[in-house]
Nanobody
Framework: QVQVVESGGGLVQAGGSLRLSCAAS????????MGWYRQVPGKQRELVAT???????NYADSVKGRFTISRDNAKNTLYLQMNSLKPEDTAVYYC??????????WGQGTQVTVSS
């Protein structure tokens, strides 16, 4: 079992920045890939970025060049640095931790609101 808790969301003006954090606990040694996803009302949850234990990152086209995903395996923490934020980035951002044996664990999400 893994528990993940997101933090760092808030309200920011367009063009501003936020840094999201995701603290993992429990069976953290079993975590492989971690990622950030986001969801707006009436829409399906979508991938923002993922990162492997080795640091290989993957980004949605909509955030490439603006967002940076990183992780500190020693601290069991995932980060998402969001720069040049746009109103379209407004969503609830969720942290996902994937472990061996094909299990994934989700946090409760943190709200990011970008005003124009």
């Amino acid at each position: 079992q893994v528990q993940v808790v997101e933090s760092g969301g808030g309200l920011v003006q367009a063009g501003g920045s936020l840094r999201l954090s995701c603290a993992a606990s429990g069976r953290t040694a079993s975590i492989s890939t971690m990622g950030w996803y986001r969801q707006v009302p009436g829409k399906q949850r979508e991938l923002v970025a993922t990162i492997t234990s080795g640091g290989s990152a993957n980004y949605a086209d909509s955030v490439k060049g603006r967002f940076t995903i990183s992780r500190d395996n020693a601290k069991n923490t995932l980060y998402l640095q969001m720069n040049s934020l746009k109103p379209e980035d407004t969503a609830v951002y969720y942290c996902k931790a994937r472990i061996v044996l094909n299990a994934s664990y989700w946090g409760q999400g943190t709200q990011v609101t970008v005003s124009s």
